[in-house]
């Protein structure tokens, strides 16, 4: 019986849903870096005064074709926060996790792959909005890639 109320308590006060935005580079003007659709993803745990965000994206980076020298660059961001809920506006912080990999196919069943993965931070500001019993989110996430980049990822998600 307890068991029940406490799963009922943590199933009712959980929201997730899927997200679609795109991450866009902040960088230097010689930067290749171009920006990249998003989408994967969100999930949030409500707490009274603040909540637990997490979300899980992938991307296929785009990179100016004269600088990639024939890759293809991919990235699942992996982050989790707090944030925290004001009339107008939701702001928040929280660690990451940046998987990269790059692929090119040498020939016909041969590629080169590298692959690393980076740690980062990221600040958060956004809006909810209420759908019937649903929420809508517009986040903007700066993201700090391995504490030397920036991109800004723009992201609207349905958590339900």
Do not use: C
Request: negative net charge.
């Amino acid at each position: 019986m307890l068991l029940t109320i406490v799963s009922l308590i943590l199933l009712s006060s959980f929201d997730a849903g899927p997200a679609i935005g795109a991450l866009i580079p902040v960088q230097d003007e010689d930067d290749p870096w171009q920006t990249s659709v998003v989408f994967g993803l969100k999930a949030r745990y409500l707490f009274s005064e603040v909540d637990l965000d997490f979300q899980l994206l992938f991307t296929e980076l785009g990179i100016d074709p004269d600088s990639s020298h024939g890759y293809d660059y991919s990235m699942v961001p992996l982050t989790l926060g707090l944030s925290r809920n004001t009339r107008y506006l939701r702001y928040g912080a929280g660690g990451a996790l940046y998987s990269i990999e790059a692929k090119k196919v040498i020939v016909e069943g041969l590629e080169s792959v590298w692959s690393g993965t980076y740690p980062g931070m990221y600040l958060s500001f956004g809006r909810d909005f209420s759908i019937g019993s649903n929420t809508a989110d517009i986040t903007a996430k700066f993201n700090i890639i391995d504490f030397s980049g920036l991109w800004v990822g723009i992201t609207t998600s349905f958590l339900f």
